[in-house]
């Protein structure tokens, strides 16, 4: 579990979480829980942006396969109007 306190950048005032462990700790295990911390929140990051570029590839496989659909329908129309 983490704590978040929230501290200003000294050229803006845009607030910034920093992550503090709820356990004291030597600054060098603050500085490794700290990195296993970013690691943690990197992968779950990566593994959402995986999740939306699924999510998107499968919207547009769906619209391929419509505009398909859309694309036969008209070449079939187009071939009946040349018989006649």
């Given amino acids: 579990t983490t704590?978040?306190?929230t501290t200003k950048h000294q050229t803006n005032?845009?607030?910034q979480k920093r992550y503090?462990?709820?356990t004291p700790m030597t600054k060098e295990q603050t500085a490794a829980w700290r990195r296993e911390a970013r690691k943690v929140r990197n992968r779950q990051?990566?593994?959402k942006s995986r999740e939306?570029?699924?999510s998107r590839i499968n919207v547009?496989?769906?619209e391929?396969?419509?505009w398909k659909t859309k694309y036969e329908?008209?070449?079939q129309r187009l071939q009946e109007l040349e018989k006649r």
């Fill in 3 to 5: 704590t978040t306190t």
């Fill in 13 to 15: 005032q845009t607030k």
């Fill in 20 to 22: 503090e462990p709820e």
């Fill in 45 to 47: 990051s990566a593994a």
């Fill in 52 to 54: 939306k570029i699924k």
């Fill in 60 to 62: 547009l496989e769906l």
């Fill in 64 to 66: 391929v396969k419509q």
């Fill in 73 to 75: 329908q008209v070449f």
